[in-house]
């Protein structure tokens, strides 16, 4: 009853001989073609790209009655030869098959990452987020690249321990040119092996194939992106200077469970760490990103979180992640960050197992999911036009139907849901509530003191960020500087 013949495909644009929708799915930005495929087909898109099934997911509903509550069929991810298989990533958890091994890696993750786990990190994050907005007072034209740094040493504090201040920022640089490399080669159509595996098996010597050495070239550098922080933290326990960490916990968890450290199970946890980055890294930096870029096209919403903040804290002290649930509009504007441009907008692809029905359509195994969180995120049920930053649209004081909680799609969904999600949130909860509450965000000025005008131009990966932008920061007031640098004083004075 699940042949094609008896049930016919999702509706979608019509197909090609042999190459199918290839040149209907734009390169970038396919999030926005697939958004008005929902008004001319519907909530479920079906496509073709060379022989490969694709179905689009344009609704709430269709993710939770597919990726939620049928588990074992759409829990797999789509596999790329370059980066999967020959530069090893598989191994690493965002891109593992669903199976035993993976379990295993989510194990470890929900041990360390759980709302009472990451409760210990708390202090370190509140430490970096202030280094933070102290370079936003001393560097403001580096709120970029301080602000990618800050989310790395986030994660590499919070996965390995590491202090909080620069000598080790080392390894930040070694995961960035990672993740750069990475990134590049997961472009769809970067590598032609990816679209025709069997040219993994062309011999190394035929000349001009590159295959394999770039494979090895790749491998070697993420080999190094996982172990040396790894090596760093066997190397502090073993002088009893381990910090609390992701691997540290892990490590004593398994002395105490099997009294021995057998390598595979080591070899499990220098790669749950690694992928920590990889994941937790890029998204926060986009999220925050996003936010700072929205505060200068809409400055009245820092006066609103400005106001809660000095009426619930008030302005001898910094906010902390205690005060979190007395700031409904700092809460909304957490939101409305992660919704106005979500970071991941097509979440991360899945994979059918099997061949599944849906609504009366077939959907062949081996189809290639795509949550288009995009347009999900588009959703107009509290009436305010969704291209408008307005946190009000989660708030029901403010309207009579809230927009639907991105805390429902933003992370990704059912088994394979975002990990990291309760730290994620404290980061953002945290450098939102910082940055308001010490320096105001407002346009450029051009030499003849006009306000520039920012235009919400976004970069169009995996990962979806603003494309470069200027805004100023200015302090808020002497108080709260004061406040930051004390903090930052405290911090050097205990490294
Ligand atoms: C704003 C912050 C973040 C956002 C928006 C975000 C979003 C996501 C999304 C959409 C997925 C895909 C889930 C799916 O397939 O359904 C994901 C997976 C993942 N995230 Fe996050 N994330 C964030 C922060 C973090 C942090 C801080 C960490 C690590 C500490 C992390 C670690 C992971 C891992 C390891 C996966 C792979 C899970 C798997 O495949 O089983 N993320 N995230």
């Known amino acids: 009853w699940l042949k094609k013949g008896s049930y016919p ?78 530069m090893g990533l598989d191994e690493s958890m965002p891109m593992q098959q669903y199976g035993p091994t993976w379990r295993e890696h989510r194990k470890l993750a929900r041990v360390a990452l759980s709302p009472d786990a990451v409760k210990k990190y708390h202090k370190v994050q509140e430490d970096i987020v202030a280094m933070y907005v102290d370079t936003l007072l001393e560097h403001p034209v580096d709120f970029g690249s301080q602000l990618r740094l800050t989310a790395g040493r986030i994660i590499m504090s919070v996965s390995y321990g590491l202090p909080v201040q620069t000598p080790d920022d080392v390894y930040i640089t070694d995961a960035e040119e990672t993740m750069d490399m990475i990134g590049k080669a997961t472009v769809p159509g970067a590598f032609l092996v990816d679209l025709v595996p069997r040219l993994k098996h062309l011999p190394s010597w035929i000349p001009f ?38 691997v540290s916990d892990c490590l004593a968890k398994l002395q105490s469970d099997e009294n021995a450290e057998s390598k595979a199970s080591l070899d499990l946890i220098r790669w749950a760490a690694g992928a920590l980055y990889g994941a937790g890294g890029e998204s926060t930096y986009a999220t925050i990103l996003t936010f700072i870029l929205a505060m200068g096209l809409y400055p009245e919403v820092q006066i609103k979180i400005r106001c809660e903040l000095s009426e619930v804290v008030g302005l001898n002290r910094l906010p902390s992640l205690q005060d979190r649930d007395r700031l409904p509009y700092v809460g909304a504007t957490v939101k409305e960050a992660m919704r106005w441009s979500p970071a991941l907008p097509l979440s991360i692809a899945r994979k059918t197992a099997q061949e599944d029905n849906y609504k009366g359509y077939y959907i062949p195994k081996d189809t290639i999911v795509l949550p288009n969180v995009w347009a999900i995120s588009k959703d107009h049920k509290s009436g305010i036009p969704s291209e408008i930053f307005a946190p009000e649209r989660f708030l029901s004081s403010c309207v009579k139907e809230t927009a639907t909680d991105p805390y429902l799609y933003a992370f990704g969904f059912g088994r394979r849901e975002c990990p990291g999600k309760y730290l994620g949130e404290n980061n953002l909860f945290l450098l939102i509530s910082y940055i308001c509450a010490t320096v105001e965000i407002s346009s450029s000025k051009d030499a003849s003191g006009n306000n520039i005008l920012l235009k919400p131009n976004f970069t169009a990966g995996l990962v979806s960020f603003p494309e470069a932008f200027s805004v100023n920061f200015s302090p808020v007031s002497n108080l709260a500087v004061t406040l930051i640098k004390e903090r930052v004083v405290q911090l050097q004075s205990a490294e």
């Open 9 to 86: 495909l999702p509706p979608g644009p019509p197909r090609r001989f042999l190459v199918g929708n290839l040149f209907d799915i734009p390169r970038f930005n396919a999030w926005h073609k697939f958004l008005q495929w929902k008004d001319q087909y519907g909530d479920i898109v079906y496509a073709e790209a060379l022989g490969n099934s694709i179905l689009i997911l344009n609704t709430i509903e269709s993710v939770s009655d597919l990726l939620v509550k049928k588990p074992s069929v759409y829990s797999d991810r789509p596999t790329f030869t370059m980066v999967g298989e020959l």
């Open 209 to 246: 194939n590159k295959i394999h050495e770039t494979g090895s070239l790749g491998r070697e550098q993420i080999e190094r992106l996982i172990t040396r922080p790894f090596e760093h933290v066997l190397q502090e326990r073993v002088k009893g200077t381990a910090e609390p960490s992701f």
